[in-house]
């Protein structure tokens, strides 16, 4: 399978070219705890492990061969906020996140052709198949908040994200997202490719 081409998930952030909020951007752990909240009562609602939908999706792929449209577009509404939220948490934004406009975060989720797209069969190990790119994003993620970190001391002393640091930590969450579509939201049987970069 070739994963040179561009990959059919695609999450893009704007890079804030101006003077960022220092204020906020100091405070962030508390100027994000009420999005957070609303984040959080929305997943846990969504019940443990499920608020992707994630066993009815794959109820439906295997034995009716669907994916129902507004289960579709829940999932891609919620990851957008969450997303959303993510990046003003990261300090990739120093907008508060909106719980319904795309503020500079942009996602493609291709809605799949169920019958035609999906092996039916395959949801029932995508999150098995997908362990390497576990492995690697443990170690990326975590080089993720020490790049946060850098960000933050550099956003109190000049005003502006370093671009240096911006362009990797959008490349880790859109690496993190390509997982999350192709093994929990179901949505394509392309496998993630191991890079960063769109």
Do not use: C
């Not at 399978?1 to 070219?17: G, R």
């Not at 192709?182 to 960063?196: G, K, N, S």
Request: glycine share 4%; net charge positive; charged share 15%.
């Amino acid at each position: 399978m070739d994963t040179s081409a561009a990959y059919p998930v695609k999450l893009t952030i704007e890079y804030p070219d101006r003077d960022l909020n220092r204020v906020t951007s100091f405070f962030r752990m508390f100027t994000a705890i009420p999005i957070w909240i609303v984040a959080g009562l929305l997943l846990a609602n969504m019940g443990k492990g499920l608020s992707f939908l994630f066993l009815p999706t794959l109820l439906m792929i295997t034995f009716r061969q669907k994916y129902p449209r507004w289960w579709f577009d829940w999932n891609f509404n919620l990851s957008q906020f969450l997303l959303r939220v993510g990046a003003y948490t990261a300090l990739l934004t120093d907008v508060y996140p909106s719980t319904d406009e795309s503020q500079g975060v942009h996602l493609t989720l291709p809605y799949p052709e169920v019958a035609r797209e999906l092996n039916p069969w395959l949801p029932w190990v995508k999150w098995l198949l997908v362990l390497p790119h576990y492995f690697v994003l443990a170690f990326f993620n975590l080089a993720a908040v020490l790049l946060v970190l850098a960000a933050w001391v550099a956003i109190l002393f000049t005003g502006r994200f370093p671009a240096v640091l911006f362009v990797p930590l959008v490349g880790v969450a859109r690496w993190n997202f390509r997982v999350l579509a192709y093994a929990f939201l179901l949505t394509t049987d392309v496998y993630p490719p191991f890079r960063l970069a769109e």
